[in-house]
């Protein structure tokens, strides 16, 4: 089955500055790579995702790329500010299997100091 | 829409006892899953259905069970708890793949502690 990990495990940045989240997997057939954010105390929430024939995606200070060559993706927050303190996970699939299911990394934990 | 819920909130058992987490969504959403949340190792698959009357296990089935009557409804049953089963249970609903869009809402959760 599907393995993602997920580096590093926590992540402290000072506000305004730029943060990278980095996951690997293992099935080369996933296709479809979610990230999740998750504030404390709260449910997981999609904040972008991505899918195999495309190399990145942009929505405003967030993004994500793809190299399904190394099998591994990043999420990238510029300009970092203290709501963006979360956790964050990553998650990879089969989107397009019926009984495709989403394995997600271990999550990492943002801190972002004012 | 009211999309995901879940009850209860929150629960204590006594070891050995058994109960049923309640997940309900309003979406018309065929795929349903079950997760447990434990610190430092993510969100792990419990259960999941990608329709009435068909239930498949994840990463993490043993000591739970399921079953889907509705499209509306998947209720994670506990047999006999174990301390073991201490987590933060979340429940979550999509689209099939094959219908596109494959976000998935999760439910609040509800916050499990067996003693």
């Known amino acids: 089955g599907e393995n993602v990990e997920q580096h590093p495990s926590t992540l402290s940045v000072q506000e305004g500055d730029s943060a990278v989240i980095k996951c690997t997997y293992s099935d080369s057939a996933s296709n479809y790579f979610p990230w999740y954010k998750q504030e404390l105390g709260k449910r997981p929430q999609l904040i972008i995702d991505i899918r195999s024939n495309v190399g990145e995606k942009k929505d405003q200070r967030i993004a994500v790329t793809l190299n399904k060559t190394a099998k591994h993706f990043s999420l990238h927050i510029t300009e970092t500010q203290p709501e963006d303190s979360a956790v964050y996970f990553c998650a990879a699939s089969r989107a397009t299997d019926s009984w495709g299911k989403l394995q997600f990394g271990a999550g990492t934990q943002v801190v972002v100091t004012p | 829409n009211a999309g995901v819920t879940q009850t209860p909130k929150f629960q204590v058992l006594k070891t050995g006892q058994s109960m049923t987490l309640q997940c309900a969504q309003d979406m018309n959403h065929e795929y349903m899953s079950w997760y447990r949340q434990d610190p430092g190792m993510g969100l792990r698959l419990i259960h999941y259905?990608?329709?009435?009357?068909?239930?498949d296990q994840g990463e993490v089935p043993n000591g739970y069970n399921v079953s889907r009557s509705t499209t509306e409804d998947f209720p994670l049953r506990l047999l006999s708890a174990a301390p073991s089963q201490t987590s933060v249970y979340f429940c979550a609903s999509s689209r099939l793949p094959g219908q596109g869009y494959r976000e998935q809402y999760f439910g609040p959760g509800t916050r499990l502690t067996v003693t």
């Open positions: 259905s990608v329709g009435a009357g068909i239930t």
